[in-house]
């Protein structure tokens, strides 16, 4: 490292470090008066939620995002390195170094971990589907690969992870079909795979909570959908905990309305919830990858900065005030240095979806998000 790049990354690190223990916040001594005092995210929700974040093992090796990663959450989650494509790429043989690295930070910082994510239809490795010639197996083929798969992974991590997302996305996009039928895990087994999943699942750890997890699961037009599918298998007897609902929302939506409504819903099933991957993007939501337009890429202005205030402010109070359903608090990156938005669904439109800014400091919504009882 360059010397000037060392003074600015310690420059840096002691203003991260004092914030985070509360020196700088010097308006007054009395702590009472003090409308800037620190309070970290993980204190101010301490009877509320754990708060969690999702992490790569590159955000660990970086000092500075460890340190704020270590003194603001409670939970973390791997953004992808426990997903079936990076941690089983061949039928015999599994890569376990990255997803290790990240369990063993949980362990040693006695965190909390959510394992990401069992059965999905992305971010699959493609020889779990095809048989020696390269043809589609049979269902039996099927579940003996899905029970050894989720076997395996479960095993290792059952001392240190509690929750696990055992289904991603499997519900259509299109209002007339509640099934995602393109899943490959649709077209061999039908519905039915859901079931053998989560009965697997609890095989494997029968201690560990299991999540069914979807985006858009407040968006009034998907909540039905995703009902149907929770009643299924909550009628053939499936061993489901909770649901996520991932939270990839934006400035524009959800209203509070919606957002009620679905926990509403939902924890009437009898199921816990979670918020397991929360952001809120300076954009509408599309499914659909595409190019940038021209004059898109606007920045953070400070009419964007206030519109994403209003909406954080507007979904915590809504999480506050359902704290006896929801059981965690998960941000989809950790800061806006970083976002799969960056790249998602527009490659190369910069979002700042999160809490703490490009240099990791905290943002003004911060702020908003952990003084809730200062108007
Ligand atoms: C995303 C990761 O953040 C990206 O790095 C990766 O390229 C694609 O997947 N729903 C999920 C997450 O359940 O696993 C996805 O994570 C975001 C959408």
Redesign the pocket.
């Known amino acids: 490292m360059k010397p000037t790049n060392l003074v600015k990354q310690l420059l840096l690190f002691t203003l991260i470090l004092g914030c985070f223990f509360g020196v700088c916040s010097c308006e007054t001594n009395n702590p009472k008066q003090d409308k800037t005092a620190f309070v970290t995210l993980k204190q101010a929700y301490q009877d509320y939620f754990p708060i969690g974040v999702?992490v790569s093992p590159s955000n660990l090796k970086d000092s500075l995002e460890r340190a704020l990663i270590l003194a603001q959450f409670s939970s973390i989650t791997a953004?992808?390195v426990m997903?079936a494509g990076p941690i089983h790429p061949e039928i015999d043989r599994y890569n376990w170094e990255q997803a290790d690295q990240v369990a063993n930070f949980a362990r040693a910082h006695n965190l909390k971990l959510r394992g990401?994510?069992l059965i999905?239809h992305q971010?699959y490795p493609t020889w779990f589907f095809k048989d020696q010639q390269g043809n589609q197996i049979s269902k039996d083929t099927l579940y003996a690969r899905m029970r050894s798969h989720i076997h395996t992974v479960m095993n290792r991590y059952k001392d240190v992870i509690y929750a696990w997302d055992v289904v991603?996305?499997a519900v259509s996009d299109s209002v007339h079909k509640t099934y995602r039928e393109s899943s490959p895990f649709y077209q061999i087994a039908g519905k039915e795979y859901l079931v053998k999943a989560f009965e697997f699942a609890k095989e494997a750890d029968p201690e560990a909570l299991l999540y069914y997890?979807d985006?858009n699961a407040v968006q009034p037009s998907k909540v039905n959908r995703i009902e149907s599918l929770l009643e299924d298998l909550l009628q053939a007897g499936a061993p489901i905990d909770g649901v996520g609902i991932?939270g990839?929302w934006s400035i524009y939506e959800p209203s509070k309305e919606e957002l009620t409504s679905a926990l509403d819903l939902y924890s009437s099933l009898g199921l816990d919830i979670q918020i397991t991957?929360l952001d809120i993007s300076l954009y509408r939501w599309e499914k659909h990858q595409r190019p940038l337009r021209e004059g898109e890429n606007q920045g953070f202005t400070a009419s964007l900065e206030q519109k994403q205030i209003a909406q954080y402010e507007s979904i915590f109070e809504v999480f506050r005030n359902y704290k006896e359903v929801i059981t965690g608090v998960t941000f989809?990156?950790l800061s806006d240095r970083y976002s799969?938005l960056d790249?998602?669904p527009v490659e190369g439109r910069k979002n700042y979806p999160l809490l703490f800014d490009t240099i990791l400091q905290p943002k003004k919504v911060y702020h908003k998000v952990v003084n809730f009882n200062q108007k």
């Open positions: 999702a953004e992808n997903k990401h994510a999905w971010q991603n996305e997890n985006y991932q990839h991957e989809w990156n799969w790249h998602y």
